[in-house]
């Protein structure tokens, strides 16, 4: 049964990454259109990365006993493991791309203040 919670850990892990790249990367082309794209993009991964251990550890924390505790409620015991590894993607997911829209945005800040006569 261990062994069960350890791969559903791993996949909710890399599914939230995913997921979390997905979303931020059209999010973050959309907003970069308000800025120099080049600037917007770099600080957008940035703050993404910066953001990737604390997120980590919220979405295995939080994520993964929210999730476990759906899963037990609405489907039973025998669903807690996959119940774990969604709550720890989503969790992930969220983090990720909160904190890559939150430097997106400072992106278009900076990329403002440097006005129109420097390069990127």
Wanted: glycine fraction near 16%.
């Amino acid at each position: 049964m261990s062994a069960l919670f350890t791969i559903e850990v791993a996949v909710g892990f890399a599914g939230g990454a995913l997921l979390g790249y997905l979303v931020t990367e059209r999010l973050v082309n959309s907003i970069a259109i308000l800025g120099r794209t080049s600037v917007v993009r770099v600080c957008a991964l940035s703050a993404g990365l910066v953001a990737l251990v604390p997120a980590a550890f919220y979405a295995f924390v939080l994520g993964g006993n929210f999730g476990g505790a759906w899963a037990a409620s609405l489907l039973g015991e025998w669903a807690v493991a996959i119940g774990i590894g969604l709550g720890i993607a989503l969790a992930l997911a969220v983090c990720f791309c909160g904190a890559a829209i939150v430097g997106a945005l400072l992106g278009i800040v900076v990329s403002r203040a440097l006005g129109k006569g420097r390069a990127a």
